[in-house]
């Protein structure tokens, strides 16, 4: 994919190094698709092939950061097959993207708008550096609502931000946090006013940025604290599309599909 290409996200690259990826798809709270995913692979390469890119800012368009993974197959079929031949379908926790966020030499900072919900926050958390939040943003694990299980590493990620006890409740009981709770738990360095969020986060991103900050120090720094936890990351994410692979075939993800329709509580069968 080329950067002209890109649709579904805003891409904005200023002179003093700041670059924002704004997801953009507001008519579907910025659910993210395999083209999304995609979308933002190229963004990140075309970042570190330039070197008076400094800094990412990821946020929402709207009044979302991101609805989550969007999963819309009428959607790829109208995607030209040079761009679909660049998707690997089987990839449904998206080891691809999270292991580019992982290893992006660039401080990655997300300002999270808005309601950040599944793959819309653990993207962020396996992505951002430093993760920043409206007042009235909040956040949903909502995967087992819908007999699924998390991506983005987020089985490895949750546990050690928050310790297991706590990641497992999160993710058994579907919970939904405030930005504030979510601050508390480690997970979110500062929540702001809803319009004070953007500014403060450039503040932020020119901090990082020289004659402010030594980027060459920032590059090895975020280099030293992630190759240790590199391995483990992508087998987690192994892990975690042979799971989702394995809850795709069930019946408890069928009646939570038949959920959506009815607007009734699923009834889980356990297989």
Not at 73 to 101: G, H, W
Not at 120 to 133: K, P, R, S, W
């Amino acid at each position: 994919m080329k950067i002209e290409d890109i649709q579904d996200v805003l891409y904005e690259k200023e002179e003093n190094g700041i670059c924002t990826a704004t997801l953009n798809t507001p008519e579907r709270k910025n659910a993210m698709s395999f083209i999304t995913f995609l979308e933002l692979i190229t963004i990140l390469e075309d970042m570190e092939a330039d070197k008076n890119a400094r800094v990412l800012i990821i946020t929402g368009k709207g009044d979302a950061f991101s609805s989550g993974g969007y999963f819309n197959m009428n959607l790829l079929s109208s995607t030209p097959k040079e761009i679909i031949d660049q998707i690997d379908l089987e990839d449904i926790a998206q080891k691809r993207i999270c292991m580019k966020l992982w290893n992006f030499s660039k401080p990655v900072i997300a300002a999270i708008n808005g309601l950040a919900v599944g793959a819309g926050f653990t993207m962020a958390l396996a992505g951002a550096d430093l993760i920043y939040a409206s007042e009235n943003a909040w956040i949903g694990f909502y995967f087992v609502k819908r007999a699924v299980m998390a991506e983005f590493a987020a089985h490895f990620l949750l546990p050690f931000y928050v310790g297991f006890q706590r990641a497992k409740e999160m993710v058994y009981f579907g919970e939904k946090l405030t930005a504030h709770e979510a601050e508390k738990l480690g997970l979110i360095n500062k929540v702001l006013p809803p319009d004070e969020l953007l500014p403060f986060v450039r503040e932020q991103a020119l901090r990082l940025i020289p004659p402010k900050g030594p980027s060459m120090s920032l590059k090895l720094m975020k280099k030293t604290m992630h190759s240790y936890f590199t391995d483990i990351l992508s087998k987690t994410l192994d892990l975690e599309n042979e799971g989702l692979r394995a809850c795709l075939q069930t019946a408890d993800f069928r009646a939570s599909l038949k959920s959506l329709v009815t607007k009734q509580e699923p009834k889980f069968k356990g297989k």
